[in-house]
């Protein structure tokens, strides 16, 4: 009895010292909302890592505040007469009452995903790395040789970088087309929706008749992690290129017009790193997508982030059209049309410089000027900013519906054929 009781007390010691550590690199940290219309001069702010802008949405404006700049960051908007409203005074508190809630109320059993056995990606829990990569393992195995899982490259930490390929059936000329998801960590959605894209995909072998899809279901592997243990809403990497300040925002850190659009701080949370591409994620990103190109096929290729329910197509360095932009903003429109059809989400279809501000070193930049790819967008998932990154679970299927059809419908529309909703 006495050593029971001994022995729950150190358990229970144990376990309120894990609840201590969950999310403590976000204690201090605050939400806050500015008005919807703000100086341009807050831009400089934004860029300088004083503020953590949370969409590329125009008509939101919530952004978090680091605990080290938030003095700054009040003086600041005071001197210029700018109002803000505190959503949320301490982030670390309050991702863990959140755990804490879900805790008590969410007990019904997950499905599973275990090392042995995870058939199907979760689609009514996000899922950690490690079931990421057990469910990579075994669709390698079980759609064997239609699906092939590798590694492109290794993070910063070591750990690998997976990419899926799904192939062409029958036709060997097929054209390719490339997804990227998760290069921004707390973007938890898009690595969801990635991962049930490629279970889809799987199994509909007809929508990948004329089409070798490669999709890197999570590109930035250390962040992510990071964001399940000590900061939700971590964006970069976990690379120190920076000295005082740890990551590298892996989508400013591409070799066309580096610098343009970017932080040069390395606290920023869009710090663009010391030079083009010094970060390993973005050279194996940077050599798996040359290699596609270089094949004389890659057709598509779409960076998958969250939130603000857009889908942007080239520039984000500047306001001048892109080439091709007539035809990008067109399948885009044939995006946003079929996937409004399934649950009624609006998709806005625009360039993404006409977005919140200017942004460079992006991969879809890089993908239009560096490989000339003809279809480029950055495609930012739900919502438009109720639950911003903490996306409810129960938001991961029908995100992944509309997302398959408007995805269906564009493939289709590439190869010329007329699109039906079955
Ligand atoms: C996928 O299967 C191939 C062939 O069996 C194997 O060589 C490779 O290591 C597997 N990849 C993963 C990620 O398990
Ligand atoms: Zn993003």
Redesign the pocket.
């Known amino acids: 009895m006495a050593v029971t009781q001994l022995l729950s007390c150190a358990l229970l010691v144990i376990a309120v010292g894990a609840a201590a550590g969950f999310q403590e690199g976000l204690r201090g940290h605050q939400i806050w909302e500015l008005p919807s219309s703000i100086p341009a001069a807050l831009e400089d702010l934004l860029r300088d890592g004083l503020l953590d802008s949370l969409s590329h949405s125009k008509s939101h404006r919530k952004v978090h505040v680091p605990v080290e700049g938030l003095d700054n960051a009040r003086r600041i908007l005071k001197e210029r007469d700018v109002e803000f409203k505190v959503l949320v005074d301490d982030l670390a508190e309050h991702f863990q009452g959140e755990r804490r809630r879900r805790r008590e109320v969410d007990t019904r059993a997950a499905e599973s995903c275990t090392e042995n056995s995870c058939p199907a990606p979760l689609s009514n829990a996000y899922m950690t790395f490690t079931q990421m990569e057990y469910y990579?393992?075994e669709i390698?195995?079980t759609y064997?040789p239609r699906v092939?899982?590798?590694?492109i490259g290794k993070s910063v930490e070591g750990r690998d970088i997976?990419m899926v390929h799904v192939r062409s059936g029958g036709c060997a000329q097929g054209k390719s087309v490339y997804l990227e998801c998760g290069i921004h960590p707390r973007e938890w959605i898009a690595p969801a929706v990635c991962l049930q894209i490629v279970s889809r995909l799987a199994v509909h072998c007809s929508v990948t008749r004329a089409f070798n899809v490669y999709i890197v279901p999570m590109a930035n592997p250390d962040g992510y992690v990071y964001t399940w243990t000590t900061n939700r809403l971590w964006r970069k990497n976990r690379g120190n290129a920076g000295g005082q300040c740890v990551g590298v925002d892996l989508n400013r850190n591409w070799g066309f017009k580096f610098g343009v659009g970017a932080s040069s701080n390395p606290c920023s949370e869009v710090y663009m790193g010391p030079s083009a591409f010094s970060e390993p994620e973005t050279q194996a990103l940077r050599d798996v997508m040359t290699s596609l190109s270089e094949a004389g096929n890659l057709e598509l290729v779409i960076a998958v982030h969250s939130y603000g329910q857009m889908l942007l197509y080239p520039w984000g360095w500047t306001t001048e059209e892109a080439p091709d932009t007539p035809e990008m903003a067109a399948l885009g429109e044939i995006f946003a049309n079929t996937a409004h059809l399934r649950h009624n989400t609006v998709y806005t279809v625009t360039s993404s410089s006409s977005g919140l501000y200017f942004a460079s070193g992006a991969t879809d930049d890089w993908a239009k000027g560096v490989l000339n790819t003809k279809f480029v967008y950055t495609l930012e998932l739900r919502d438009t900013g109720e639950f911003g990154f903490k996306l409810e679970k129960s938001q991961i299927l029908p995100t992944t519906q509309e997302v398959w059809e408007g995805f269906k419908a564009m493939l289709l529309a590439i190869t010329g054929q007329k699109y039906t909703l079955l």
Not at 148 to 151: F, N, P
């Open positions: 990579l393992r390698n195995t064997a092939s899982v590798k590694s997976w």
